[in-house]
């Protein structure tokens, strides 16, 4: 069991500060996903709730406890990092018992724990082994391991399937998957790069950019209501397709919006949310687009394909839009055919259409 309060977090190396105040409410046993571009600082994050480097100013609190000042061994965190550098001549058995060893743990309470932990992880075949004898998916389980077998409050993983192949990476997020399932109570920090890992795995996914969180909420919430064009686009894959516009005319509850690619929005908003001259961003994914012209009021669009690309059992078509700088992406199904230079009309519904401000955060008003 353990809450874990970040407060107004900053770290600076140097004079150069990368978190710039970070606050974060996290629940015992949540699973919680660190998601953001190379160098916004998620392992710093990681890392200063460990203990490995020192905070410049806020607090962390666990269980209400100020553990600023408390030794990264004493504060009941485990850390699993991208390259597990296990010890090359123990077995794994040893790997995951010095630790322990070293603590002083009981003989009979390091055999119960280690067999225990092994046998979480179906390791329980190579204890007897030593690292050079297994595979990339076996040596991480060893390093998670490990980590189980302190009994961590807190788990913290920095990227850990990263250095795997795609398919022992799948393999190994499933057995994390149910690691989290047989440790229910305990509170896990994971930093990803790859979206499947952060959608599935995720109680709560958190969103970083340059020192500062974007938005926190769970993945549904994330891909459907993300509060920034930066949110919009990081969160799914092929990224949302931006389109911009211009709001022309904004009148009691409606504002109309011609867009650069040709056609005109009618968005209900607040009164004052949008001003005449604004520049807008309208954000559709490639999976909510539908070929053919629509019925109904939602709108039409029409674009010339420029590339097709096969994926199996879908297809990415790749469009230019008049007056769009970037291509528009839409997923198709896999068996349809497509060629280059092709005119394609498709539509979107009206709630899968997102809109942004001239300052990039969401609005939340419908497209009527
Ligand atoms: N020891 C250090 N000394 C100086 N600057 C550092 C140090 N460690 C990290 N940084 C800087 O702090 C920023 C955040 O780095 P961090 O490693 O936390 O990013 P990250 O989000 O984990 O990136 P990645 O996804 O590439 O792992 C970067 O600009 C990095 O260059
Ligand atoms: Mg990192």
Redesign the pocket.
Known sequence: MADLSLRNIRKA??G?E?LHGIDLEIKSGEFIVFV??????????L?SIAGLETITSGDLVIDGERINAVAPSKRGISMVFQSYALYPHMTVYDNMAFGLRIAGTPKAEIDRRVRHSAEILQLGNYLQRQPKALSGGQRQRVAIGRAIVRNPRIFLF??PLSNLDAALRVATRIEIAKLKQSMPQVTMIY?T?DQVEAMTLADRIVV?KD?FVEQVGTPTDLYRKPANLFVAQFIGSPAMNILKGTVVDEAGATARCKLDCGGVLELATEPGRLSRGETISVGIRPENTRLGDATGADPTFAGTIDLVEHLGEVQILYLDLPGASEKFLVKVDGESSFARMQTLRFSARRQDIHIFDAAGKAVCVPVK
């Open positions: 190396y140097g150069l990368v953001g571009p190379s160098g916004c600082g998620k392992s710093t994050l890392r920095d990227e930093v790069h970083f020192g």
